[in-house]
Nanobody, 115 residues
Framework: QVQLVESGGGLVQPGGSLRLSCAATGSIFTIYAMGWYRQAPGKQRELVAGITSGGTTNYADFVKGRFTISRDNAKKTVSLQMNGLKPEDTAVYYC?????????WGQGTQVTVSP
């Protein structure tokens, strides 16, 4: 079983930037497409961005041009660079496999965008 630990969240003003990081245990991490998800209060968890094991990326329309996902298979990490943050980006952010049966969810990292 892979364990996921997210970090890097915080409070930022609109227009600001944050870089989230997800560290995974287990070498099996490297063969899977990974994704960053978010869940705002009262809403369902949604996929924000994904990246295949080879580095092909995909983004939800609401973050295209603002967020960039990347991964380092040697370090077993997946990162999410978030620029141009908006109040509606406020949520708890999680990483996990992009498809199939997900691993157990980590604790997530809170991102709050507020003046």
């Amino acid at each position: 079983q892979v364990q996921l630990v997210e970090s890097g969240g915080g409070l930022v003003q609109p227009g600001g930037s944050l870089r989230l990081s997800c560290a995974a245990t287990g070498s099996i991490f490297t063969i899977y497409a990974m994704g960053w998800y978010r869940q705002a209060p009262g809403k369902q968890r949604e996929l924000v961005a994904g990246i295949t094991s080879g580095g092909t990326t995909n983004y939800a329309d609401f973050v295209k041009g603002r967020f960039t996902i990347s991964r380092d298979n040697a370090k077993k990490t997946v990162s999410l660079q978030m620029n141009g943050l908006k109040p509606e980006d406020t949520a708890v952010y999680y990483c996990n496999k992009q498809m199939g049966v997900r691993w157990s969810w980590g604790q997530g990292t809170q991102v709050t965008v507020s003046p």
